[in-house]
């Protein structure tokens, strides 16, 4: 980690430290913000669960499905997609995400941002971010010091900026597992599909 990265990541630090459930400053955008046409959120996971609940209260169309992305596909995204809609964000598990990804090719759209969501051993989280900077490191700030890493995954996403002609790197955020949205047994993504 370069000094640069350090001194952000220390600065969004303190900002998590005193604000929860706010949008800290390393998760407000600094350009326009790819516009989302709709939130989708895996309804089996309760991090998900909280997700989903967090695009709802900021006022975005969330959309509940319980796993099987084909019903909400047929429902839901061909019909936005065929019409000419836009970008979507959600948190599903990666098999989830992989059969978005393939339909979405279809409509010359692709993963923009990725944020896996690990826990690689007891009592430990591990957010590994996929994004072109500035998102990347925007990203890693807001989540090394994030009990409610699904509600700043959201805000996240919900102010990513376009990086067009950027390379995407990923990175690792470990932190401690509180317990709160614990992911044992599991894997959950947040993710961004735009054109």
């Not at 047929?74 to 964000?89: D, K």
């Not at 990804?101 to 279809?106: C, F, G, M, P, R």
């Amino acid at each position: 980690m370069d000094r640069r990265h350090f001194c952000i990541a220390s600065a969004a630090s303190v900002v998590c430290l005193g604000a929860e459930h706010e949008v800290s400053a390393a998760e407000r955008p600094p350009g326009p913000a790819i516009a989302l046409d709709q939130v989708l959120f895996d309804s089996r996971h309760p991090c998900s669960g909280a997700f989903g609940t967090a695009a709802a209260r900021a006022g975005w169309r969330a959309v509940a499905f319980p796993g099987d992305v084909t019903a909400m596909w047929r429902e839901t995204l061909l019909p936005l997609w065929a019409a000419g809609g836009g970008a979507i964000a959600g948190m599903t598990t990666a098999a989830g995400l992989f059969c978005l990804e393939q339909l979405a090719k279809d409509y010359w759209m692709r993963v923009v941002l990725r944020i896996e969501h690990r826990c690689p051993h007891p009592g430990m989280l591990a957010h590994r971010v996929t994004a072109a900077e500035p998102m990347l490191t925007r990203a890693c700030a807001a989540l090394s010091c994030a009990p409610d890493w699904p509600v700043r995954s959201f805000g996240l996403l919900r102010g990513c900026v376009r990086s067009k002609n950027q390379p995407r790197v990923s990175r690792i955020v470990p932190c401690a597992d509180r317990g709160r949205y614990s992911i044992a047994g599991s894997e959950l993504v947040s993710w961004i599909i735009a054109a």
